[in-house]
């Protein structure tokens, strides 16, 4: 049977078409926007998909040019011990994801003032990089839509991903397909990926879950494992998308921004 990464890797170039209606109004939705004058957002590929990202008004190559410079600033951070820069760095990145819980902050803030900023994130980058899950609490490392996104950006080698909700759900809509195809009547347990709901918008919320009468997959953030599972789904992910890069020669980064975009309306 053909893995799912080799079978994701065949929809890089064709074979994946996905469509949505956008809000115009939003900032994030600017640049996609002013390229493409409508208010549906389409692909036929997932490389397609990538291409036309769009997040904080800017595209793909803006958005990994600003990802680049925040990484090199907390990176430059921890490898110096200075909890400062690297406070104001995770700052930065929470701003940039749109990600500004107070909890969050508060903790790293904690952290920053009893000068364990630095050693934390690096313990926890180790966990993650090991595949341990467990230690991702609310006593030891936090786990969140926004520490996701610092994690990923401390990580020098590139291969810890942004999990949220919307790479979730993408994954989980693509995991749907592939059983499908693949004639099978559940989820492998290594693809039971798990989805993050929306906010709440003027029209209601964004269908992200990709459950359907055959298939069933966990919601974020409700259990009282929740970071733990946020955890392991960063690292099974990661070791997917890892699969991937390597079967079609594309960066990490580029196809998890294609699952972003994917994730922000399921069918």
Known sequence: ????????????????????????????????????????????????????????GGGFDQNSKKLAELAEVLQTAMRTSDENSAFEACRRILRWGG??????????????????????????????RAGRSVCFNSSEFLMNSGMTKIYSLADSSNLIIIYDGRVGASLGYLVVQYCREMSLDTIPDMLAFEWGASRKTKNGYHKRNPSNESFCFSQLGLQSDSMQRHARMVITASAQIKQISDRIDVPVRNIEAALFMVGYELP
């Not at 170039?13 to 115009?24: A, D, M, R, T």
């Not at 390229?35 to 990538?50: N, V």
């Not at 990600?99 to 790293?108: K, P």
């Open 99 to 128: 990600v500004t819980s107070s909890s969050t902050t508060e903790w790293l803030e904690r952290l920053k003032d009893s000068y364990s900023l630095v050693s934390t994130l690096n313990d926890a980058l180790r966990a993650l």
């Open 1 to 56: 049977m053909k893995s799912f990464s080799s079978w994701v890797a065949e929809k890089w170039l064709c074979g994946f078409n996905h469509s949505y209606k956008i809000s115009v109004q939003s900032r994030h939705w600017k640049h996609f926007y002013s390229l493409y004058k409508t208010d549906i957002w389409s692909c036929s590929s997932l490389r397609e998909a990538q291409l036309k990202y769009s997040w904080d």
